[in-house]
């Protein structure tokens, strides 16, 4: 069987040969170009636009204002569609936005027959606006006499929870109690995909049709239905191969206004692809937050009690909202197990930038980077090993989360925490760099992160699959989870060939979704591809397998339960698995059949009501020069514990991936505003610095294989996870090297040669 192997990826020729055809590729020539018109204010309203001039421009085909779309606000996140509104996301935008509330927000568009046309057009536009003063962040946001950025959220507060488990002022009544606190700040990041926000979007038969670059092909349609007021039936997603999302295309970015465009066109393609730097303004970020820690704990390092206060940079409007802060939290409240009593409070702020939405980890990484951070600080405080002051208040085995009902079966941790201290040679480096002095320095550091399986009991998680067998004995599937660079449908193949018992290369996964004709998924996000996706796989694989030997039992005459599937053939167990027909065969003899033909498929749905832990660490060394202020990354390694390796090959690839991200995301990434026009001063790839090959070091992986119980096939999240726990692994190297701890990324030379200074290190 397959699983468990490094087999080939089924979409790996086709796209190193280009013959995979991406949104871009398969847009008609004569498809009309749509363009939109950027707001230069960052928080304001269009009290007029004067459209002649651009109008009579030579080529350009409409142009449609703020003041023309329908006046309906619509939720953009692609999470699961509640029918409890306390369960559904913001509502707070539309196709095109007269109330503007970040500088570059949409508020016009142009249909044109070309793109110099479009632009031209474009230019040509007169603004008029009413300005009102900017906040571009949580703080100032929420002071009194801020501007509202959103009618009926007070103090621009898209929401506030707080969650405590115990009394802790109660807790911290217990003498001789240490206390120790600690402010921590992460960047807004962009997610710096591939391929662009692309989509095009025509009509036929009355119903609206768009080929999109998505994850959520499902919830796309349900949003395009919302934002235009239209039965959702009457729109058609389709997703073809994509290049690259990362959390950024789990919005419905740009679908819905595409949409209207091709009915104002008249129901013609119109082709709607954003340019780079609009993708950096335009689409999602990640949220920046700012988050204080205050830990009581005893002599012995013994945690008593913690308070946790974040602020998280919503931007401009809600997308994936609160429950970014949210899942952050829940990495607070679960990776360290206080004694007697924890208290979170986390405040969504709208503010005058970019909207922040998911990015790969959902909140976890700007968590993870304050947890570690801390907990870092007050192990090297205390003069205690930063391994034994976790272990000591870690998660112990057997856990059981009250709200999720997750349990922590295995003791994860340690087994990652040995294979990263092995490989870095851990002891030996901690001692070897101890007190050192002169401007070179080096230093070790790690980091433990805390990751849960999907989204359940938060939303649904549900994934319909068909399966199909074909004359020549092949299976093909479908299924609403979508493959988006991960490898998805490779893994999805190994699944059904070992259920079916048939061998790899014989099951063809249809990667592009088609709303039309696609069992329903929700799609890639929340690193639940394997898990949910293979529960639907498996239900289905089942259920073909048992239609396959009822069949075979006629032919055969032998009784279904003395009859298996190996290797593409219908054996008889009971005589040493000797074979009796193939299945392409039976498959032919059955669909021809003169007395009961028979088309061979299943379909099923299967509904998951539980996630999983997916734990795990990084480890890095760092060479620093004090002078320059600049952190050299010497080794990383991650390892992580996500169940049975599905495919060893595939899973390095997602893992490295990961730690490219978390490496921008600790030393280079950042978004930077023009503090009084609110305009995005780095919104393209040569001023944003993403780390390139040559700021990677080695990049190693290691895995605890432990098998996950809860799911089909023993698996559990990877996607995301390797994101996670870089950016602190690298901070607490800088500390382990310079007894400087930095509590802001990225650790670029302005803020690491500030922080020397004040160490007295210059």
């Not at 692609?78 to 559904?88: A, F, I, N, Y």
């Not at 508020?107 to 606006?129: C, G, N, T």
């Not at 401007?439 to 998680?461: C, D, K, Q």
């Not at 079916?500 to 998924?521: K, N, W």
Request: with cysteine; hydrophobic share 40%; aromatic share 8%.
């Amino acid at each position: 069987m397959s699983l468990g192997k490094s087999v080939p990826r089924v979409d790996g020729y086709e796209k190193v040969t280009g013959r995979a055809k991406y949104t871009g590729d398969l847009i008609e020539r004569n498809a009309l170009i749509g363009k939109i018109l950027h707001s230069t204010v960052a928080n304001g309203l269009v009290t007029g636009m004067d459209t002649a001039e651009a109008g009579n421009i030579p080529g350009v085909v409409k142009i449609i204002t703020c003041f023309d779309v329908p006046d309906i606000s619509f939720p953009t996140a692609g999470h699961p569609w509640s029918t409890d509104p306390e369960h559904q996301d913001p509502a707070d935008r539309k196709l095109l936005n007269r109330r503007v509330r970040l500088y570059g927000d949409d508020i016009a568009a142009v249909i044109a027959q070309d793109e110099i046309a479009a632009a031209r057009a474009l230019r040509a536009i007169k603004v008029e606006y009413e300005e009102y003063p900017l906040v571009l962040t949580p703080e100032a946001a929420m002071k009194e006499g801020a501007p509202l950025i959103h009618e009926g959220f007070p103090n621009n507060l898209l929401k506030h929870t707080v969650m405590e488990d115990g009394n802790v002022e109660e807790a911290i009544r217990e003498e001789g109690l240490l206390k120790f606190e600690g402010a921590y700040e992460t960047p807004m990041v962009q997610h710096c995909h591939l391929e662009p926000a692309v989509s095009f979007a025509y009509m036929e038969s009355g119903r609206i049709v768009i080929v999109s670059s998505t994850q959520i092909p499902h919830i796309v349609r349900r949003i395009v239905g919302q934002a235009l007021g239209i039965p959702w039936g009457n729109v058609r997603i389709i997703k073809p191969y994509v290049g690259g999302g990362f959390g950024n295309k789990q919005d419905a970015l740009y679908e819905p206004l595409n949409a209207y465009l091709t009915r104002q066109a008249g129901g013609r393609p119109v082709k709607l692809e954003l340019s780079r730097e609009e993708i950096f303004f335009g689409t999602r970020v990640r949220h920046a937050q700012k988050i204080y820690l205050t830990t009581y704990l005893r002599s012995d390092g013994r945690i008593v009690a913690r308070k946790y206060t974040a602020y998280s940079n919503q931007g401009a409007y809600g997308s994936h909202g609160h429950s970014i802060a949210a899942k952050g939290t829940n990495a607070f409240r679960q990776l360290y197990q206080d004694e007697k009593a924890r208290r979170a409070e986390i405040f969504t702020v709208y503010t005058n930038t970019a909207t922040a939405g998911a990015m790969r980890g959902y909140g976890t990484p700007q968590a993870i980077f304050a947890i570690e951070s801390h907990i870092e600080d007050i192990a090297d405080a205390l003069g205690m090993d930063p391994l034994e002051f976790r272990f000591k208040n870690l998660m112990p085995v057997g856990f059981t989360d009250p709200f999720s009902k997750n349990v922590n079966y295995f003791d994860s941790f340690r087994q990652c925490v040995d294979k990263c201290k092995t490989y870095i040679r851990w002891d030996e480096k901690r001692e070897l760099y101890k007190n050192q002095s002169g401007p070179i320095r080096r230093g070790v550091g790690m980091s433990l992160f805390w990751y849960n399986t999907a989204v359940w009991p938060v939303s649904i998680e549900v994934s319909s699959c068909r399966m199909v067998l074909n004359q020549d004995g092949s299976v093909q599937i479908q299924l609403g989870e979508t493959e988006i660079g991960q490898g998805a449908d490779t893994v999805f193949a190994q699944m059904a060939a070992e259920t079916l018992g048939i061998p790899f290369e014989q099951v063809h996964v249809i990667g592009t979704q088609d709303t039309d004709v696609t069992p329903f998924g929700t799609g890639a996000y929340g690193s639940r591809q394997s898990y949910v996706g293979g529960m639907a796989i498996q239900k289905t694989a089942l259920l073909l397998k048992e239609k396959i030997l009822r069949i075979a039992s006629g032919y055969t005459r032998m009784p279904a339960s003395n009859l298996a599937v190996m290797e593409g053939n219908i054996v008889l167990t009971a005589c040493h698995n000797k074979t009796l027909l193939s299945l392409g065969e039976l498959a032919t003899e059955t669909l021809y059949s003169a007395v009961h033909a028979e088309h061979i498929t299943a379909e099923s749905t299967g509904q998951t009501k539980s996630n999983a832990y997916s734990f795990g660490c990084a480890f890095a060394e760092v060479e620093v020069d004090i002078p320059l202020g600049k952190v050299k990354l010497l080794d990383l390694i991650n390892a992580h514990d996500c169940g049975r390796l599905l495919n060893p090959q595939l899973a390095q690839a997602q893992v490295h991936g990961g730690m490219s991200m978390a490496i921008g995301f600790g030393l280079s990434e950042q978004l930077l505003y023009d503090e009084k026009t609110g305009k995005l001063l780095n919104g393209n790839f040569l001023d944003y610095k993403l780390p390139t090959v040559m700021d990677h070091p080695h990049l190693e992986t290691a895995f605890a294989e432990n098998y996950e119980p809860t799911g089909a096939y023993g698996s559990k999240a990877l996607g995301e996870p390797p994101a996670v726990p870089g950016a602190p692994a690298i901070r607490n190297a800088v500390l382990h090297a310079t007894g400087v701890g930095v509590n802001r990324i990225p650790l670029t030379p302005h803020i690491l040669f500030s922080e020397f200074k004040k160490a007295g290190l210059l």
